[in-house]
């Protein structure tokens, strides 16, 4: 690691724990939101539509922030780009429990906070990690910085509950918004620019953004991971806005739908450091292909299933083993493709495709709700589009491993 990079192996570690602790408080507050859709609801009678489309524009906002996010971080550094996204977060969540319209929770949840929570995630922690360490360092470390995520779902959804339950939702906002301030000295890490590396035939040493932006758009194999991404997104945003109400609809209490949430993210912990691992030792086409056909079977067995407190138990963590293990072998294969000089700025694009799909996902739940009285005909496309995503990602194109590499 110290040859190739300058990086001593323990700045190397404190780099990716920095970047995990970060990823868990971003998206701790970012995977929890479905909790207060209720909440919200009843304080404010806005109704599910307008707090679902609200939460949507978040699911939007999140992903079309990273690509711009991204650049500016593969410009000047990630560290300012962290702090700046902290007081977002924080600004927006803690003004959210004193709105009480459509547009007002439009722009705190919607636009600020989630811009915020978009310049602390994926496309700007990865990217700074890939672009710091050698290449063989890099699946680990997109594994071990997304189960960061993953365990701040796992922490800050039972909590949150917990404080909803006995101080309100206001206090849990609040608290939440006081919470996401600590990735400012997090930051800390990460406050230095890298030097620009070319490790990809479409990335050589001289080439500027825009080019860069060309060369990406025109190939198939990079907009075949937009459209995988785009139902990785759908999945979700809807069950991170719906899933409460999901559990609802069977007559279960509230705490069923926050366990469900933590044991995705649990699991999920798990999931982002094996698909790390394995994205190393197997072509990460047939990685992802394998995941989302996966949630498609997962899916058909849970609605198959008895609606009890175990069957969600049960599917959140199945489901969870996928949740967001699509993030390493994604990022990897733009980095493959493209190399790392920009990675922050492709992969932020993948990550609004990634989000463009959560609008859909987070906005459909609420009208599927509103107009048949249940979520039946949004796990329907569920499946579809997990079908779909599997069988998009296997014409990518991705050299195969050497023998050595995938016996390892």
Request: proline share 5%.
């Amino acid at each position: 690691m110290q040859q190739q990079t300058g990086m001593t192996p323990g700045a190397a570690w404190m780099l990716m724990l920095a970047a995990a602790a970060i990823m868990m408080i971003t998206m701790g507050a970012r995977l929890t939101t479905g909790l207060f859709v209720s909440p919200i609801n009843t304080s404010t009678g806005m109704g599910i539509v307008s707090i679902s489309f609200a939460m949507a524009v978040g699911q939007f906002m999140w992903g079309a922030s990273q690509p711009i996010f991204g650049a500016i971080a593969d410009k000047h550094g990630p560290g300012k780009v962290i702090v700046v996204g902290a007081i977002m977060l924080a600004v927006g969540t803690a003004l959210t429990p004193f709105v009480d319209s459509k547009w007002g929770l439009i722009m705190t949840l919607g636009i600020l906070s989630a811009a915020g929570a978009g310049a602390g995630s994926f496309s700007i922690l990865i990217g700074a990690a890939a672009q710091r360490l050698p290449a063989e360092r890099r699946a680990f470390a997109s594994g071990f910085i997304n189960a960061g995520g993953s365990f701040g779902q796992f922490v800050f959804a039972p909590l949150m509950q917990a404080i909803i339950n006995t101080a309100g939702w206001v206090a849990a906002m609040l608290t939440m918004a006081v919470t996401t301030l600590l990735t400012i000295p997090l930051a800390w890490p990460l406050r230095r620019r890298s030097a620009p590396a070319a490790q990809a035939t479409n990335d050589p040493a001289h080439i500027g953004l825009k080019q860069q932006l060309k060369i990406a758009l025109r190939d198939p194999s990079y907009l075949l991971l937009h459209a995988g991404f785009f139902t990785c997104g759908f999945h979700i945003a809807f069950l991170v806005t719906h899933l409460p109400g999901e559990v609802a609809l069977c007559s279960l209490p509230a705490g069923v739908s926050a366990t469900s949430l933590a044991l995705i993210g649990l699991f999920n912990i798990a999931g982002s450091l094996s698909a790390g691992v394995l994205s190393s030792r197997m072509r990460m086409k047939v990685l992802l292909a394998a995941m989302y056909g996966s949630r498609a079977l997962i899916i058909v067995i849970y609605l198959l299933a008895p609606k009890s407190a175990w069957t969600f138990y049960i599917f959140a963590a199945a489901l969870g083993a996928t949740w967001l293990a699509t993030v390493p072998p994604t990022a990897g294969l733009v980095g493959k493709l493209f190399g790392t000089r920009y990675l922050a700025t492709l992969f932020g694009l993948t990550l609004l495709s990634h989000q463009t799909g959560a609008f859909f996902g987070a906005w459909l739940g609420g009208l599927a709700f509103v107009n048949f009285g249940d979520y039946t005909w949004m796990w329907y496309a569920d499946i579809v589009l997990a079908i779909a995503a599997a069988l998009s990602n296997l014409p990518i194109r991705e050299a195969k491993l050497p023998a050595r590499a995938a016996t390892a």
